[in-house]
T-cell receptor
Framework: NAGVMQNPRHLVRRRGQEARLRCSPMKGHSHVYWYRQLPEEGLKFMVYLQKENIIDESGMPKERFSAEFPKEGPSILRIQQVVRGDSAAYFC??????????????FGDGTRLSIL | AQRVTQPEKLLSVFKGAPVELKCNYSYSGSPELFWYVQYSRQRLQLLLRHISRESIKGFTADLNKGETSFHLKKPFAQEEDSAMYYCALKNNAGNMLTFGGGTRLMVKP
């Protein structure tokens, strides 16, 4: 089991471009979470998804950010018209279904987004 | 609103010394607390959680609801314990984790 896979590991974009970050959960996991870590800070929750559904997006900025977890394929975090303040490490985590109580979240290596 | 505070950004101890990484939380309900660790050039990984009441790599943490704390302790630090440590809280309304700012532990030889 390769664990949670995120790609790319590093992504450089110019202001105004779009950034797409991908996350494949661990095998058998149907819950995906995205977190953002700004320099010198802890991880901040952004969004929680299950297949084809957004369950909680209370941590997502209201504009330019979107997330999806389609029936087939990885979860995508999309940032449109990037600005310098979007530079951060973006981590994805996954867990097994909620039918099993207290399942821990397993994290990927993260994507380091740099905006020029 | 829930909040996790790790008051120390950096903790430096000598090998063999006891170590305590502090974590305080605020949450009105019954929280579930975790410690995650990130070793150099590795991904964040779960170290332990309070419901398991286990010792991992010699570390223990006890949930103190009166003091709203979940401090991580180890009686004798090892050099390989040097890493970033994050305390996290999961509320019982959902699965999201609220993280503290992290503490960098440096164990000197």
């Amino acid at each position: 089991n390769a664990g949670v896979m995120q790609n790319p590991r590093h992504l450089v974009r110019r202001r105004g471009q779009e950034a797409r970050l991908r996350c494949s959960p661990m095998k058998g996991h149907s819950h995906v979470y995205w977190y953002r870590q700004l320099p010198e800070e802890g991880l901040k929750f952004m969004v929680y998804l299950q297949k084809e559904n957004i369950i909680d997006e209370s941590g997502m900025p209201k504009e330019r950010f979107s997330a999806e977890f389609p029936k087939e394929g990885p979860s995508i975090l999309r940032i449109q018209q990037v600005v310098r303040g979007d530079s951060a490490a973006y981590f994805c985590a996954s867990s097994a279904g909620q039918g099993l109580s207290n399942q821990p979240q397993h994290f990927g290596d993260g994507t380091r987004l740099s905006i020029l | 609103a829930q909040r996790v505070t790790q008051p120390e950004k950096l903790l430096s101890v000598f090998k063999g010394a006891p170590v305590e990484l502090k974590c305080n939380y605020s949450y009105s309900g019954s929280p579930e607390l975790f410690w995650y660790v990130q070793y150099s050039r590795q991904r964040l990984q779960l170290l332990l959680r309070h419901i398991s009441r286990e010792s991992i790599k010699g570390f223990t943490a006890d949930l103190n609801k009166g003091e709203t704390s979940f401090h991580l302790k180890k009686p004798f630090a090892q050099e390989e314990d040097s890493a970033m440590y994050y305390c996290a809280l999961k509320n019982n309304a959902g699965n999201m984790l609220t993280f503290g700012g992290g503490t960098r532990l440096m164990v000197k030889p």
